[in-house]
DNA sequence: CCGGTCACCTGAGTGC
DNA sequence: TGCACTCAGGTGACCG
């Protein structure tokens, strides 16, 4: 979580850092590492799903973490930066990417980047080409912070069905498949409804149920950023999905069977019961 | 401009 | 038990 990582790095200067794969680095490939070493942290913010390494320098690091990424935290291993992880017994952090250390003159910190399937992205820019990136986006409010009426306004200018609105990133920024199911399955919305049919009532609803299980997500998850020594497995939120992955088992409404679709060409699990 | 499909990548899950 | 196979996720590229 950017907070998370705010807390601990904010104020703080990069004096070392390893690239295992380097695919993961977008952009400037070459001087990677040596643009990153000597920046001085200023602030670690979120836009999206985007985490923003913003410098001293006005030049900064953005991350997009995808599905398996993650930023842990711990100390320096002292053994080799290895450029595989099949070797089970490394200080290493399971599948590192990269590795950032930081310094506060006293203190140091290390932040890894792990990420298990490697569709993640590093990218660095210059204070002039930042803006311009983010621009490029075209990102909507963010999920947690979007009023009633906004969200009931973007929502309904579109006449696809709803499940794939949540997912476009340009009208709601923050929101993936896992949680787009669970927060219309909450709600009691079908899917398959077309956004523009929903009422007020229901869009507002929806909200509720969106930025509550995203909360509860993040408190649960809690641990993007973690002591790697006490990271163990996946975090719990997973144990309290409702439908997500469920296709086919009971409904904990109802004990109706959930259904499973493609909507938009994504996996959607709802009840046909209890969603309408 | 729009919707649809694929590639990227690996581990978990399934079926035999 | 073990092997082959499918599937999942977010996004950008590509195509009709």
């Known amino acids: 979580m950017a907070s998370d990582l705010n807390r601990l790095v904010a104020g703080k200067t990069i004096e070392d850092v390893k690239v295992s794969f380097w695919p993961i680095v977008a952009t400037d490939h070459d001087s990677f590492i040596k643009h990153l070493i000597g920046q001085k942290v200023r602030s670690v913010t979120r836009l999206g799903k985007w985490v923003k390494f913003n410098f001293r320098s006005e030049s900064s690091l953005l991350a997009h973490l995808k599905m398996t990424g993650q930023f842990i935290s711990g ?4 053994d080799e930066f290895p450029n595989k992880f099949s070797d089970a017994s490394s200080a290493w952090p399971p599948h590192a990417r990269a590795a950032f250390l930081f310094s506060d003159g006293k203190r140091k910190e290390a ?13 660095l820019f210059d204070k002039s080409s930042v803006d311009g990136f983010l621009k490029s ?3 909507g409010p963010d999920a947690l912070t979007i009023s009633r009426q906004d969200f009931h306004n973007r929502i309904v200018g579109s006449k696809k069905p709803i499940k794939q609105v949540l997912l476009d990133q340009t009208v709601l920024a923050g929101l993936g498949n896992i949680y787009a ?6 709600a009691g919305l079908s ?12 869009s507002g ?3 509720v149920e969106i930025k509550r299980i995203l909360i509860e997500a993040i ?3 809690g641990s993007t950023v973690d002591n790697y020594q006490s990271l163990e497995g996946p975090g719990s939120y997973q144990s309290s999905h409702q439908v997500y992955g469920k296709g086919g088992r009971l409904c904990p409404k109802c004990s109706g069977a959930l259904v499973r679709t493609i909507i938009g060409g994504r996996s959607s699990v709802h009840c046909p019961n209890c969603q309408s």
């Not at 100390?75 to 002292?78: I, K, L």
């Not at 298990?116 to 590093?122: A, D, E, H, P, T």
């Open 75 to 78: 100390p320096w291993p002292s």
């Open 111 to 123: 932040i890894f980047y792990s990420d298990v399937r490697k569709f993640g992205r590093l990218r």
């Open 137 to 139: 986006l075209k990102l």
């Open 181 to 186: 199911d669970e927060s219309l399955f909450a």
């Open 191 to 202: 899917p398959h409804r077309k956004a523009r049919e929903l009422a007020e009532q229901e």
């Open 205 to 207: 609803r929806l909200l």
């Open 219 to 221: 408190e649960n998850r």
